[in-house]
């Protein structure tokens, strides 16, 4: 399997479950992000790791907790979500973590519901 | 507002039509990123340029520091090309990508 891969693609969940999202990426790549989109509003970024250590934190509520066991995985664990919170979270990966500099690998994403 | 707007944010096209999509940005930035989001969801990166001109294939990225103006074209359009447009501009100094709420283009055959 190549690229960036996301499971699972759709989910649905109530504000009190745990649930988490995984991304794996083939690309030898050394850098992963989290992204969410909400209809109709811009990415946003909400996590970077940079040879498995985080880099950024975009004032992002506790409720999604990540986790990089290595640069090959990625996970967005989730607790306590709020209907706001459904979006299509996005990962990618790049070769290096420069921000912008580098171009970014998309997965296809997982489309969350919150209920 | 976004310091980064799209415009038009919905487009409509015949096949073979000449597409023009616009991004325009307050902000000072470094470089700017061109993404393709088809109705999946998965993005693609299309371009990233500083100035001047880049073309891959039928697509043409511009782009004018000076006036904060970039522009994406598509010529003999192809319903294919069905998909949100994304403009990224990479801020000076923290290099983070401030994005554009995306265009929407529709080719009809």
């Known amino acids: 399997e190549t690229g960036v891969t996301q499971t699972p693609r759709h989910l649905v969940m109530g504000m009190t479950n745990k649930k988490s999202l995984k991304c794996e990426q083939h690309?030898?790549?050394?850098?992963m992000y989290w992204y969410k989109q909400s209809a109709k509003k811009p990415l946003e970024l909400m996590f970077v790791?940079?040879?498995?250590?985080?880099?950024e934190n975009n004032s992002v509520p506790s409720r999604f907790s990540p986790e990089c066991p290595n640069s090959s995985h990625l996970f967005l664990h989730l607790h306590t979500l709020q209907p706001e919170d459904s979006a299509l979270y996005l990962c990618?990966?790049?070769?290096?973590?420069?921000?912008?500099?580098?171009?970014?690998?998309f997965g296809p994403g997982t489309r969350l519901t919150v209920l | 507002k976004n310091e980064v707007e799209q415009s038009p944010q919905n487009l409509t096209a015949q096949e073979g039509e000449f597409i023009t999509i616009n991004c325009s940005y307050s902000?000072?930035?470094?470089?700017l990123h061109w993404l393709q989001q088809h109705p999946g969801g998965g993005i693609v990166s299309l371009f990233m340029?500083?100035?001047g001109k880049k073309k891959h294939g039928r697509l043409i990225a511009t782009i004018n520091i000076q006036e904060k103006h970039s522009s994406l074209h598509i010529t003999a359009s192809h319903p294919r090309d069905s998909a949100v447009y994304i403009c990224a501009g990479l801020t000076f100094g923290n290099e983070k990508l401030t994005f554009g709420t995306g265009t929407r283009l529709t080719i009809i055959p």
């Open positions: 340029l500083s100035s």
């Open positions: 690309l030898g790549h050394n850098a």
């Open positions: 902000v000072g930035i470094s470089a």
């Open positions: 790791y940079n040879f498995k250590e985080q880099t």
């Open positions: 990618a990966s790049s070769r290096e973590g420069r921000g912008g500099t580098d171009t970014q690998y």
